[in-house]
């Protein structure tokens, strides 16, 4: 009983030791966006201060990076996410002949390497005389968001009871106000998981952004990819920082309101 | 999943709605986007990797032949960086799966009791997400440096000399692979493993077998499929990154990847046809590898 008891310790430890591991960096980047540094290297620690915080546009190269991260992200997230749920509603709902075709040909983006995507995409608007801007880089994000969303929403859809949109109908409601009144109400926690997974990873993305912005749209990690070389300045650190804090408040929020909510379901049963 | 009891898809044949147009409808504008965005670059890869050099002569000109040269010259003079690339996965997608498999286990079924703490730990699994690739790589980078008090703490532990290094090494650039791909890894696993059924292995345990038995016969078989999507989700980005084995980040002058290559050929070199043959070459071991995935398990276990 003594062996078996410290056997049950092993995993709790090493998962806390893998657990420390992840966090490390995030740590020092948080950390080091409160180092008074003076100028571009933010390389070794100097003290304590929240000036860089109170004041992130005393570099405005990083304030209009994050701008046009913003709204490429903003604009990629709402069409991804638009066309995503339509494909994952008509994946799990609807059985048709090409399926699994369907499905191949959403996994595929997945597993294709960014570079490959993003050399793709660029010599294919290369080809077409269009240039390198905006546009461009929007149409790539939207690319590899989709998948991501469709996998996302697919996940809800099958945990849906179509049995709740069968009493609608019996009660004489519409298809469309079925939809609406029901259908997309219980989805909606699943499109906005999607939404959030697709705003990340538009917002994060570098290498096919690199590719496809032919150097004239510079966004956030285009900024601190092309700092690298010379140092990166804490300002970017606090970007980084207030958006990962975002996220995780955004992300515990939801769990702790859908852990409260299923506790009250229970209560009520 | 291959799990019976796992509430599969309702597939409403009969349904009172016409599913046809509607399936059309909710399908087309995605299919479109992937055709357009996804299958014709690819084609267009494949098309600019057998081009020449124009006749004027023109620097990042080029026009359509049937050369293979470049992929002659890709295989032979990049070969290094192919071998990288493919070895570097290998070994970070094992040290991912080892680092995975014990946590999710643990997230996955020791803290099914306390939903709450299991979410909470998932959130930290894939905390790292929500931090920038780049500066999380950069973090790294500065903590392995030359100089760092790591480094110089790890050199006192050990006896090492002074000149003794990481940074710039295959090891540091495994290193940032192995932590900026592991969610890909976690993720699948903890899904593989929350779904599982307890009962199959108290079943296990009441037919005396021993808990080494019961995991290598009952656990490991029934969350393969997660094994097998984080390895492909883990392994495959992989092969592509260059941000990890570049001088700036993590990498050295003898650490260059395919990434690198193609990114230099296309961007700095206006090398066209070497980085298409390049890339159609990383994509063509891709497919094969998703080839054997989708003829073991099916395309339905791929989303």
């Known amino acids: ?269 | 999943m291959g799990i019976a009891f796992s509430s599969s898809a309702p597939k409403q044949s009969g349904s009172p709605l016409k599913s046809g147009k509607i399936v059309i409808a909710l399908m087309l504008p995605g299919l479109l986007y992937l055709g357009m965005f996804f299958m014709i670059p690819l084609v267009s890869l494949l098309v600019t990797s057998v081009e020449t050099p124009d006749a004027s002569g023109a620097i990042g000109m080029y026009q359509y032949s049937f050369d293979l040269s470049s992929y002659q010259h890709v295989i032979v003079d990049y070969a290094p960086q192919i071998g990288r690339s493919f070895g570097f996965a290998f070994v970070a997608t094992l040290i991912a799966l080892l680092i995975s498999y014990p946590l999710a286990y643990f997230v996955g079924i020791r803290l099914r009791s306390r939903p709450l703490i299991q979410k909470l730990t998932l959130t930290l699994v894939i905390a790292p997400f929500f931090i920038s690739f780049l500066l999380r790589t950069i973090a790294w980078k500065q903590i392995f440096a030359d100089d760092s008090a790591t480094m110089n703490f790890i050199r006192g532990l050990l006896h090492l000399d002074p000149s003794v290094h990481f940074l710039g090494t295959p090891g540091a650039v495994v290193w940032g692979l192995v932590y900026n791909f592991i969610p890909f890894m976690t993720l699948p696993l903890y899904t593989s493993l929350e779904r599982l059924d307890l009962r199959y292995l108290e079943a296990a345990g009441d037919l005396y077998a021993s808990p080494a038995a019961v995991f290598r016969k009952v656990t490991l078989p029934l969350t393969m499929p997660g094994v097998i999507s984080g390895t492909l989700l883990t392994f495959i980005p992989i092969t592509g990154d260059y941000v990890n084995a570049s001088r700036d980040f993590l990498g050295g002058p003898d650490t260059s990847m395919i990434g690198n290559m193609v990114q230099a050929d296309f961007l700095q070199n206006s090398d066209y046809p070497s980085a298409s043959a390049l890339s159609a070459v990383l994509m063509a071991v891709i497919l094969i590898i998703v080839g054997v995935y989708v003829k073991r398990t099916g395309t339905e276990d791929l989303l």
């Open chain 1, 1 to 269: 009983m003594r062996k078996l008891r410290l056997g049950r310790l092993v995993l709790p430890l090493y998962s806390v030791i893998a657990l420390v591991y992840l966090l490390i960096p995030i740590v020092y980047t948080i950390a080091f966006s409160f180092n008074d540094s003076k100028g571009r290297t933010n390389t070794i620690w100097q003290g304590f201060t929240v000036a860089k915080w109170l004041d992130v546009c005393a570099r405005p190269d990083i304030c209009s990076a994050v701008g046009t991260s913003l709204i490429i992200s903003a604009i990629s997230t709402l069409v991804a996410t638009v066309l995503g749920t339509a494909m994952a509603i008509a994946l799990v709902r609807y059985s048709f002949r090409a399926r699994s075709l369907v499905s191949l040909s959403l996994f595929l983006p997945m597993a294709t390497p960014e570079v490959v995507m993003g050399a793709g995409l660029a010599g294919l608007f290369f080809n077409l005389g269009t240039g390198y801007g905006y546009t461009t880089v929007i149409l790539a994000h939207i690319m590899f968001c989709l998948s991501f969303v469709v996998v996302t929403v697919k996940a809800r859809v099958q945990t849906l009871d179509p049995v709740l949109e069968e009493a609608g109908r019996d009660l004489y409601a519409n298809p469309t106000a079925v939809f609406w009144r029901i259908t997309f109400p219980l989805l909606l926690p699943g499109i906005v998981s999607g939404a959030l997974l697709s705003f990340a990873l538009s917002f994060d993305d570098f290498i096919i952004t690199y590719f496809n912005s032919g150097g004239s749209v510079t966004t956030f990690p285009m900024y601190i990819y092309i700092a690298a070389s010379k140092g990166v300045p804490a300002e970017a650190n606090v970007i980084a920082s207030a958006v990962f804090i975002l996220a995780i408040v955004i992300v515990l929020g939801t769990q702790v309101a859908s852990n409260i909510r299923q506790k009250r379901l229970l209560a009520v049963k």
